[in-house]
């Protein structure tokens, strides 16, 4: 009997054995992972192909982008295709335990923790959480706390980088910025009672030593006993903002380059964005956005010129009250930035990746009202057009509201923390149809131990990681850092 020929697919079908491999990988560096994930119960051809490293080096690489995630937070080199494949679905596979046990109404225990056994503020995850920053009185520390969770609960850690700070007092604020490869961290303080620096320094975590670096000479503001502390109003990865009464000031620390305007009645609650060569003012007391372009800065003669050139008042360019999104003609009131957690310090806004804003207001029950806008670039992209995204009742009082920090996780979807008493909320949140109104699942997130009030403490959800700060001994002698993972190692 003759052989008979393999049969042959019918007219108008696909098969997955007619593209070459590179075809097909090239095709998956478009797709999400769990659409890589999926193309498994396509064909054998398809499914060896999802199993290539370099599909998942190339896919989380594509998402450390897209989520604003530290690249080096991931040694590709070194990971298995296991720990690839782990770390570019853990963003989908934390975010659906939350939306699994919320819906179920129970609350989302961690699966692992670690101590670290010294008192911490100003908590800060380098976002992919593998990196975390927090100061002590007058040191700066970071730790290396890995891509997976610690292999057993109690775990003690020891950071690997120290910096004092010198010349301060107190560490007022401390903020983290992309800077090319490495990281960029700028802190305020004060010298009490004399003055107030900005210090900012670099790091690079994957090297075997990692250090701090000062990238430039602080800046220094001279203090009364009797002044209000300066407050540091925006930083991207070039210019800082700060309100110190009479004036506002802007620092250009790459250029070292600076220059001042009277201050805004009020101003110390203001923010500042930055976008394609304009400046962009949030005003508190009007519920307004101003536009306006960045004045001439004049280079900073040395580190003990301790005052920039006075300059006349912004030269507004464009204001834009702000609104209900579907109701114009309600004004938003007694609005404030929210804390959204962004890293790349970018000054420029395209369609792909549009810098946005989130505003909380006051509703007349009194919860708190969540907008958010997108600064959209227009053709000359000499300006920016605001864009109204969407809108959403929050479910606590205004007065609570500037606890919450928020997180973008996709192009329409935002996750939300917020702690009251001694739980943190959660919200999953997309606003796809900002005329629907946004569709949200929210629940508890369960931290063993929290303090009645703590505020300090941070949150990733691309990793599925949070820390904050918990009473050393049971009598309150003390604090520690805990740091809690929510996602399996498997």
Same mark, same amino acid.
């Given at each position: 009997m003759s052989a008979q020929p393999d049969p042959q697919p019918a007219a108008g079908t696909w098969s997955g054995h007619e593209l070459p491999t590179d075809m097909l990988i090239a095709v998956m560096?478009?797709?999400?992972?769990?659409?890589?994930?999926?193309?498994?119960?396509?064909?054998?051809?398809?499914?060896?192909?999802?199993?290539?490293?370099?599909?998942?080096?190339?896919?989380?690489?594509?998402?450390?982008?897209?989520?604003?995630?530290?690249?080096?937070?991931?040694?590709?080199?070194?990971?298995?295709?296991?720990?690839?494949?782990?770390?570019?679905?853990?963003?989908?596979?934390?975010?659906?335990?939350?939306?699994?046990?919320?819906?179920?109404?129970?609350?989302?225990?961690?699966?692992a923790s670690?101590?670290?056994?010294?008192?911490?503020?100003?908590?800060?995850?380098?976002?992919?959480?593998?990196?975390?920053?927090?100061?002590?009185?007058?040191?700066?520390?970071?730790?290396?706390?890995?891509?997976?969770?610690?292999p057993e609960s109690g775990g003690v850690l020891h950071h690997v980088a120290l910096q004092r700070i010198e010349n301060t007092?107190?560490?007022?604020?401390?903020?983290?910025?992309?800077?090319?490869?490495?990281?960029l961290v700028?802190?305020?303080?004060?010298?009490?009672?004399?003055?107030?620096?900005?210090?900012?320094?670099?790091?690079?975590p994957p090297a075997p030593?990692?250090?701090?670096?000062?990238?430039?000479?602080?800046?220094?503001?001279?203090?009364?006993?009797?002044?209000?502390?300066?407050?540091?109003?925006?930083?991207?990865?070039?210019?800082?903002?700060?309100?110190?009464?009479?004036?506002?000031?802007?620092?250009?620390?790459?250029?070292?380059?600076w220059t001042s305007w009277p201050a805004e009645p009020n101003g110390y609650n203001n923010t500042f964005y930055f976008c394609d060569k304009n400046l962009l003012v949030l005003r508190v007391e009007r519920s307004e956005i101003h536009l306006a372009a960045i004045p001439p800065l004049h280079r900073r003669m040395s580190p003990d010129y301790l005052f920039p050139p006075f300059g006349p008042r912004l030269e507004i360019l464009e204001t834009t009250p702000l609104h209900r999104v579907n109701d114009p003609a309600k004004p938003l009131r007694q609005?404030?930035?929210?804390?959204?957690l962004v890293f790349h310090g970018r000054e420029t806004s395209t369609e792909d990746q549009p810098l946005k804003i989130d505003i909380v207001s006051e509703l007349d029950d009194h919860r708190a009202l969540l907008t958010h806008l997108a600064l959209m670039p227009t053709v000359a992209r000499t300006t920016a057009k605001l864009t109204y995204l969407g809108?959403? $009742?929050?479910?606590?009082?205004?007065?609570?509201?500037?606890?919450?920090?928020?997180?973008?996780?996709?192009?329409?979807?935002?996750?939300?923390?917020?702690?009251?008493?001694?739980?943190?909320?959660?919200?999953?949140?997309?606003?796809?149809?900002?005329?629907?109104? $946004?569709?949200?699942?929210?629940?508890?997130l369960d931290i063993p131990g929290l303090p009645e009030g703590e505020l300090c403490n941070d949150f990733c959800s691309f990793s599925g990681r949070v820390c904050t700060r918990m009473e050393e001994t049971e009598g309150g002698q003390g604090k520690k850092l805990l740091i809690l993972d929510y996602l399996s190692p498997n």
């Open positions: 560096s478009f797709l999400s992972p769990c659409d890589i994930i999926s193309l498994r119960q396509v064909c054998k051809t398809i499914s060896e192909a999802t199993y290539i490293r370099s599909v998942w080096i190339t896919t989380l690489r594509s998402l450390c982008y897209q989520h604003d995630i530290y690249p080096s937070s991931f040694s590709y080199a070194d990971m298995t295709l296991q720990e690839l494949e782990r770390a570019a679905t853990a963003p989908n596979r934390f975010r659906a335990r939350l939306r699994r046990e919320f819906l179920q109404n129970k609350p989302v225990l961690p699966v670690r101590i670290i056994h010294r008192d911490f503020q100003h908590l800060r995850f380098v976002p992919g959480g593998r990196y975390l920053l927090a100061v002590s009185r007058q040191f700066l520390c970071m730790w290396d706390l890995g891509n997976r969770p610690a007092t107190h560490i007022l604020s401390l903020r983290v910025r992309a800077f090319k490869d490495e990281i700028i802190l305020s303080s004060v010298n009490a009672p004399d003055s107030f620096r900005v210090h900012v320094f670099t790091i690079y030593n990692p250090e701090f670096k000062q990238l430039i000479p602080d800046l220094v503001l001279p203090m009364t006993a009797a002044d209000q502390y300066p407050a540091l109003l925006c930083a991207t990865a070039r210019h800082i903002v700060i309100y110190a009464t009479p004036v506002t000031i802007l620092w250009n620390f790459i250029s070292d380059s609005c404030f930035s929210g804390v959204s809108e959403r $009742a929050l479910d606590f009082e205004y007065e609570l509201a500037n606890t919450v920090q928020f997180e973008w996780v996709g192009r329409r979807d935002i996750q939300s923390f917020f702690v009251q008493k001694n739980a943190v909320h959660v919200c999953l949140a997309s606003l796809s149809d900002s005329e629907a109104g $946004a569709r949200e699942v929210s629940g508890l």
